[in-house]
């Protein structure tokens, strides 16, 4: 078992920045790919980003890519998304999840992921 906490969300403006961060506890932090994804109201949840478990890959989602950064330190059991330039279309709850993935092309998924966050909201205000 794996459980993650997420932290850093809030309400901040458009044109701003957040940091969250997620923090695991339970079997090895460091065997699992890590992921965020996001749900806004009425829609459903869409992958953001994710990063191999030595934190030498990342992926990202078109809408994001060159504003968000994930990141993960193995050594605190911790994996980051820093948002910048943050748009009223980044409100939503962002979760964090973490999965044995076997390719690649699983980590846009969320149905790969083994375990979640309860999520953290971002509000981008105008």
């Known amino acids: 078992q794996v459980q993650l906490v997420e932290s850093g969300g809030g309400l901040v403006q458009a044109g701003g920045s957040l940091r969250l961060s997620c923090s695991a506890s339970?079997?090895?932090?460091?065997?699992?790919?890590m992921g965020w994804f996001r749900q806004a109201p009425g829609k459903a949840r869409e992958f953001v980003a994710a990063?191999?478990?030595?934190?030498?890959?990342?992926w990202y989602a078109d809408s994001v890519k060159g504003r968000f950064t994930i990141s993960r330190d193995n050594t605190k059991n911790t994996v980051y998304l820093r948002m910048n330039s943050l748009k009223i279309g980044d409100t939503a709850v962002y979760y964090c999840?973490?999965?044995?993935?076997?390719?690649?092309?699983?980590?846009?998924?969320?149905?790969?992921?083994?375990?979640w966050g309860q999520g953290t909201q971002v509000t981008v205000s105008s």
């Open positions: 339970g079997r090895a932090f460091s065997n699992y790919a």
């Open positions: 990063i191999n478990w030595s934190g030498g890959s990342t």
């Open positions: 999840a973490a999965g044995g993935l076997a390719s690649e092309q699983e980590v846009f998924e969320d149905y790969n992921y083994d375990y």
